[in-house]
């Protein structure tokens, strides 16, 4: 049976007999034997194995290029060189794939661009593999904090009829031939003869059908891809990302908030307490001052702002943005930086923003102006977070959807909520992407998602 590097190099006593199987890192020769070192990808490290000449097969060795996958049996002995406790003496390997010299992947600094151009060989690389053994653990660990408080887990449709934000970034799903659609009397494209018989998209979020769970189940979350068709070309954007979407029945904005802020600090907790190494390689390579930041976000309170207060505070920096401050409008990434990195030095919550700027089914406050609305900010992110207490009276609600412009009969199932038991509920949405990049230091959402789709880019 195969042993996990991982497995081999956390070994608490020596091996008679182990089977490792890998990728060759690197090789060194010398006259009576070589070394090479094997990863898996099991664990940030390779383990060292020592293949002496006198070996049957050792006449293949120089096919144990960098890149070549290799299956070696031997024993586990303690090892005498430096940093390492194990090494594995072979009694025979085998190469199973060999890496010629165009392997792009050779032992050097590669830039991220480079290996994003190799996004099927990067997470061969030390960088992707820790990377995405902590999407792999983050996404764990999420499931874990929502199930251990008996949040239940709902799965959205990825096919929608709705745009929930109504930001008009959707991607169109149909089965109709661009080429040559059936139309109607008037010229234009009838969708009653697309597949669902009506125009239909992918979704941007799942909100509004765990708000139908929530309203039964009273606490869910969902966890799945979403897709945005916005044509922004950022280090922060992609246009498939996973989002992670509690919604809360009897809850208020301030609960929302509470466990928005009990939720990220969990989930960095359970990242370094599972992926040391990994954490402890970005600290070191990544971001230097990756640790120092996480330890921040753990200790401090998250600091709570109204829109309000935050515009005043902008305004009164001194600082000369590229896009000016303006009281009533969206605040621009820039501004949210600012805010919790220079201003407040700690994750900001922004909450009661104006209601002329927010989606339809933002509880409108009692001022009339502002709603219900809150997003979590984090040093070199920015926001992370987006949530809002949901407006549960119908006339309120059924008058927003008309002032978005929006058909009530398209929302029936919605309104209907409110129709019959409604209550006050709230919820979130956490960007997975943007939280792996927060705990790994991590700068291009691209570096974060295994296969990138971002404007013009969806190769592999
Ligand atoms: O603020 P957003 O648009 O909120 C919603 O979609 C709500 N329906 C959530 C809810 O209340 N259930 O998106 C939520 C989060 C953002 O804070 C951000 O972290 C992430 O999703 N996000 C993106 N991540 C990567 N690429 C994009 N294009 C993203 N757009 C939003
Ligand atoms: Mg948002």
Not at 25 to 50: A, H, M, P
């Amino acid at each position: 049976m195969r042993t996990s590097v991982k497995a081999a190099l956390h070994a608490e006593a020596p091996l008679d007999s182990i089977l490792l199987q890998g990728w060759v890192r690197t090789r060194r020769d010398s006259k009576t034997f070589s070394f090479l070192e094997v990863n898996d990808g099991s664990c940030l490290k390779g383990i060292q194995v020592i293949a002496d000449a006198a070996l049957p097969d050792y006449a293949h060795i120089h096919q144990a290029t960098t890149g070549a996958s290799i299956e070696v049996r031997g024993q586990l002995v303690a090892s005498k060189g430096q940093g390492q406790k194990w090494e594995v003496v072979a009694s025979s390997f085998k190469i199973l794939g060999e890496a010629p010299a165009d392997y792009p992947l050779q032992k050097k600094g590669h830039t991220l661009e480079f290996l994003r151009e190799i996004a099927h060989l990067r997470p061969r690389s030390n960088l992707f593999g820790a990377v995405f053994r902590v999407r792999s653990r983050l996404a764990y660990a999420i499931h874990q904090f929502f199930q251990d408080r008996g949040f239940v887990y709902v799965h959205a449709p990825i096919i929608t009829a709705s745009d929930c934000e109504g930001a008009g970034e959707m991607f169109r799903v149909t089965t109709i031939d661009p080429a040559q659609p059936p139309r109607g009397k008037d010229g234009a494209v009838d969708h009653t003869q697309d597949f669902f018989g009506k125009p239909t998209y992918l979704t941007v979020s799942g909100q509004l059908e765990a708000e139908v769970f929530a309203c039964a189940l009273s606490n869910c979350y969902t966890f799945g891809p979403t897709f945005r068709a916005e044509n922004s070309n950022t280090s922060r954007h992609a246009a498939e990302f996973w989002m992670i979407e509690p919604e809360i029945a009897f809850c208020d904005l301030r609960g929302n908030m509470d466990l928005a802020e009990e939720f990220v600090k969990y989930l960095i907790r359970d990242v370094r307490t599972h992926c040391a190494e990994d954490v402890e390689f970005f600290s070191k390579f990544v971001d230097k001052e990756l640790n120092a930041r996480l330890d921040f976000v753990l200790e401090k309170p998250f600091q709570r702002v109204t829109y309000d207060e935050a515009v005043e505070i902008l305004l009164q920096s001194g600082r000369s943005f590229e896009f000016p401050v303006v009281a009533g409008q969206n605040l621009q990434a820039e501004h949210e930086r600012y805010l919790t990195e220079e201003h407040f030095k700690s994750p900001t919550t922004v909450y009661n923003y104006p209601k002329a700027i927010k989606p339809f089914y933002m509880r409108t406050n009692e001022d009339g102006r502002t709603v219900a609305a809150m997003d979590v900010l984090v040093p070199g992110i920015g926001e992370i977070i987006g949530g809002s207490q949901r407006e549960e009276r119908l006339e309120v609600l059924q008058e927003n959807i008309r002032h978005h412009g929006m058909a009530e009969k398209d929302y029936w199932w919605y309104l209907d909520l409110r129709r019959y038991g409604s209550v006050p509920h709230a919820g979130f949405g956490l960007g997975f992407e943007r939280m792996l990049m927060f705990v790994t230091g991590v700068g291009n959402i691209r570096d974060a998602i295994p296969f990138a789709r971002t404007p013009g880019t969806a190769e592999f």
